[in-house]
C-alpha cells in the first residue's frame, strides 16, 4: 500500500483551514529534498511553516512533496518540503494536529546476477482456427 502520510496531511490541513485556524507545519530539514531558508532552522533541524492561505502563494500538496512559495524577511522564497520530511502539522490557535513517526528509509535492494535469456526451441506458429 501506498504511504497514508500525504493523504493524512491535506485532511488535517483541510480541517484545521475549515475550523478558521492557521495551519503549521513543523519540519525536519535534515532529510533530502528540503528547500527552505537555513537562516530560519533551529538547532534541531527543524522549521515551522505557516502554511495557510494568506501566507502561501501556489500551494500544492501531492503524494511526493509540498510547495509553495512564502516571503521570509520580505523576501519570496520558494520552498519544497518531500512528505517524510513532515513531523507535524497542527494548529496554531490551540495545537490540535498530528505528529508522525520518522520515516525509516528503504534500503536499496541487493543486485541480483544477471541472468542469461534462454532461446525457445521451437518457432511459435500461428494457426487459423473456425
Not at 491535506?10 to 529534498?33: Q, S
Amino acid at each position: 500500500m501506498t504511504p497514508n502520510r500525504p493523504y493524512l496531511l491535506r485532511a488535517f490541513y483541510e480541517w484545521i483551514t475549515d475550523n478558521k485556524c492557521t495551519p503549521y507545519l513543523l519540519v525536519d530539514t535534515h532529510m533530502n529534498g528540503v528547500l527552505v531558508p537555513q537562516q530560519h532552522v533551529n538547532e534541531d533541524g527543524q522549521i515551522v511553516l505557516n502554511v495557510s492561505e494568506t501566507a502561501v502563494m501556489g500551494l500544492t500538496m501531492d503524494n511526493y512533496a509540498i510547495r509553495f512559495n512564502a516571503r521570509f524577511g520580505g523576501v519570496p522564497t520558494d520552498i519544497q518540503v518531500p512528505v517524510g520530511a513532515v513531523v507535524g502539522i497542527y494548529a496554531r490557535e490551540n495545537g490540535q494536529g498530528m505528529v508522525f513517526e520518522p520515516e525509516e528509509t528503504p534500503e536499496p535492494p541487493e543486485p541480483t546476477p544477471p541472468t542469461t535469456l534462454k532461446k525457445p526451441s521451437k518457432k511459435p506458429s500461428l494457426r487459423v482456427v473456425k
